[in-house]
């Protein structure tokens, strides 16, 4: 736990003292489970909306990735259903050590800012009848990158 700890602290401070634009850390009452605002670009679908992630962080964090959910308000997109479970592979098989909490904001941001059209993943009732808490336990497929 000692390599989590100096690593979630790390995270934390930078997130804190130099966030990057339109991120910032909203909550963060210990190290296992953050709470981070993503702002949205004026111009863009959703017109500078602030939405908010909840980052829970594993023991084995940074070799398991963390967990990422957004919180209702859940923004309405291909990749995001409506629990707030994403469908993004860097928050699952092709996550790596050498991304940060930061990193990730950042891509789930730009996805934000690349969506053309407001709507929910063609499958949202049924995986949310079906799905657990926690978006770990889904076998996403990662076939359409077009938004």
């Known amino acids: 736990m000692a390599l ?6 790390k995270e934390l401070k930078s997130l804190a003292e130099s966030p990057p634009a339109g991120i910032s850390l909203k909550k963060a009452d210990d190290l296992k489970t953050w709470h981070v605002n993503i702002a949205t670009d004026s111009e863009g679908i959703y ?7 909840i980052a829970k962080f594993p023991s084995s964090y940074p070799i398991e990735a963390p967990e990422i959910t957004f919180a209702a308000p859940v923004p309405v997109h291909p990749h995001i259903y409506s629990n ?4 993004l592979d860097i928050l699952y098989q092709a996550y790596s050590p050498v991304l940060t ?3 990730i904001c950042i891509s789930l941001q730009s996805m934000l800012a690349s969506c053309k059209k407001l709507e929910r993943p063609p499958d ?3 995986y949310v009848r079906r799905a657990g808490l926690s978006p770990k336990g889904t076998r996403f497929m990662f076939h359409d990158d077009t938004v």
């Open 4 to 9: 989590a700890q100096r690593r979630i602290q």
């Open 47 to 53: 017109g500078g909306q602030v939405f908010e992630v």
């Open 84 to 87: 707030g479970h994403i469908c």
């Open 101 to 103: 909490i930061s990193a």
């Open 124 to 126: 949202n009732d049924s």
